[in-house]
Every structure is written in C-alpha cells, then in structure tokens.
C-alpha cells in the first residue's frame, strides 16, 4: 500500500528547505542593498582618522572595576591603602598606547581643524551612553569641520572605537587616546605633583583620583595644545568660534551683578595661556582629595578671583546663560511636559533664549542622567534639532 504518510513527510520537508533557501537569499539581498545605499551617501573617512582606528584595533582594554578609595579611615591608612593599589590606577601608569600619545595626537591634529574639542573620560565603556553620544552628535552639528579628541584609557580600546564608529563613518573626526600624563605634566607645576602621586606620598583623598585627574588633565591638554575642553553632558547648540580665552560663571550675584562662582566644565583657551598655569599650579600647590570641587569649580573660581583685571592676563569670563542657562536644582524643569497653556510659552520663551545667548548646556548629569525627556520638554525640542542621528525613539517616557 501506497504511503501517503511518508510522502507528505518529504514534500512538507523539501518545502520547508525552499522557504530556508528562499529567506536567506533575500535576507542577504536586502543587507546589500542597504550597505549600497548607505556607500552612497557616506562621507570619505580621513587617512589619518583611518591609521588611528586601526591601531585602536589592536588592543583590547577590559572595563576596570572602578577603585574607590576607604572612607571613614585616617590619612595615613588611606595614603597605605594606596600605595598598596596603586599598580591597579591604569590611568597613572604607562602602556604601549600612552608612550604614543604624542605622536597619536600631532598625527590626528595634523590636518585641518576648524577647531580642537577635548573631552576626558575616566569611567567604563559601557557606561558612555546616549547622553554622552548625543553631546557628542551636537558638537559636530554645530562644528561639522571639527576635532574631537577624548583623552581615555578605557575608550582607546576595541569597545570604545565602536562607540564612536558612527561618527567615523560619517567622516567626522572623533577619536578616543590614552593620555600620557608624564607628557602632559612635564614642564608645568604638576609634575613634581604627579611624581609624589605615583610614590604614594601623599593622601588621594576619599573622592575618586580619576574624578581628580580628569580636572588636572583639561588643564593640561589645554596648556599644550590649545582649543576647547567640554564635559560629556554639555549639548552644543552654536558655534564656538567667536570665543577665545573664556570661561563661563555658574552663578552671578543679583545685587552687584558680578559672578559669585565659576565652573570648569567649558574651557576656551590659547595654547600656554598664564592663566592656564595658574590653574595648574594651584591644583598642585592646594590639592585636597576629600573636598568635592575644590579642585575643579572652586580652583578655578579662587584663582580667578585672585587675577582678574592684572596686566598679563587676558580673558573673559562669560555669563552664566552660555553654558549654564539652569542651575543644577532646576534642570529637571528642562525635562518635564508643560502641562498648561502658561507652561508651553515659558519652554517657547527659554528656547528663544537658549537660541540667542547658550552656546552649550551643561546638564549637570548627577542630577538629570534618570530623568525621562518627556515630549515637548526644552530638552526634547534641542535634541530634535541638534542630533545627527535623529530617531523617532529619542524622545521617550524614559531616560536617554
């Protein structure tokens, strides 16, 4: 007797490999097409960009666990427990990528730059997220024909070039090295600093030294190279090129309209500014690692203080509406949906006004990283109009 059974089990089987053969060829072609079209609009990556990713590809730097330092112990305790870890703080030490940290760097700024952007950043990999890349994605839409450089030893990996990948393909000029602070150091007040550092004779303090070197290092690379240093959640909206050897107020007094405290998340500065190495010599000479902002925004607001107005320096200090335009304890309003007919003409208002006077917003990110950007908010409306990358998904009802 005929077995139908059979049959059907080896049509039902040769159809099932026809539809698998069938899925894999589209599937394929479509991946092509998009790759096709995608060449077509690309912009052509820079040889040296080229030369530098290529050699990112060749290491491989696993996520450190972040060291913290003891708390509630007394000076010396810490400064043994130091001295004990300190073989564990990459960022002090020297490697195959930091000893090329000079070349890496006349290589990348060797072609035009309509002006040089440093960033620092201290933590893991997977912790440079979307807001961090959307700061990033605001810089070059401000700044097409830019230069981006992060000073990282976590991002000057395989994991950290794809982050920044995208851009690269794009053809804009963002890469991550590995600072050599000995360099960077040299011949300033802070290296007899580091020196002392790195022989564990002195205390580190309870605040994280990484969060400490990332305000020494934006000196550094400033007194060296010259350019403009940002934190990675300052959003761009205009250009910088109007700005020289500026910083920004964070507060101004109501009464004398002076500025009561200054901050160091933006900083446009010349290449061996004076007022660079007085910032450097006073991060050396009143270094305390237990004081939250003592040597970052209250550095650079006690020597400022000191030379504002002598003869020799030349600099402007700009009000708080260019880059702080909303205090830390108010940013979360720059977040949230107007609710009424009023709400909707203040975020109308504060965008006229960010248009006019903001050249970049600092977020202030312990504040506002888990906020949910709510649709209609300021920050929803800036991203819209200031990302590259846009998509429809950006604005959710959870954080970015």
Known sequence: MFNYY??????????????????????????????????????????????VTEEIQQHYVKDPIPLLPPINVTEEERINWFRENKSKFAIIHSNSLTKRFVSRTREFFDGWCEIRFFMTWISPVNSF????????????????????MILSTTMDSI?????????????????????????????TPAESWFKELKKGNFDPGEIPLSQNLSNLIRLAVLYKYGGVYLDTDVIVLKKFSALRNSIGAQTMDLETGNWSRLNNAVLVFDKKHPLLFKFIQEFSLTFNGNKWGHNGPYLVSRVVERLEGRPGFNFTVLPPMAF?????????????RPQNLPASRWVDAKLLQLRGETYGIHLWNRQSSSLPIEEGSVMSKIISTHCLFCKDDTVTQSAF
Request: charge should be positive; proline fraction near 5%; include cysteine.
């Open 129 to 148: 997220g979307n807001r961090e890349f959307l700061s990033l994605e605001s810089l070059f839409k401000a700044h097409p024909f830019g230069c981006l």
């Open 6 to 51: 059979s049959l059907f089990s080896t049509l039902s089987f040769i159809f099932f490999l026809f539809l698998l053969f069938l899925t894999s060829t589209l599937s394929n072609l479509s991946l092509h097409t998009v790759a096709f079209r995608s060449n077509k609009t690309r912009r052509v990556l820079p040889t040296v960009l080229l030369s």
């Open 159 to 187: 994991n950290g070039n794809k982050v920044l990948k995208p851009l690269q393909d794009e053809g804009y000029r963002v890469v991550a090295v590995a600072p050599d602070l000995k360099f960077l150091f040299k011949n």
């Open 324 to 336: 702080y335009p909303v205090y830390w304890n108010r940013v979360g309003g720059f977040f949230e």
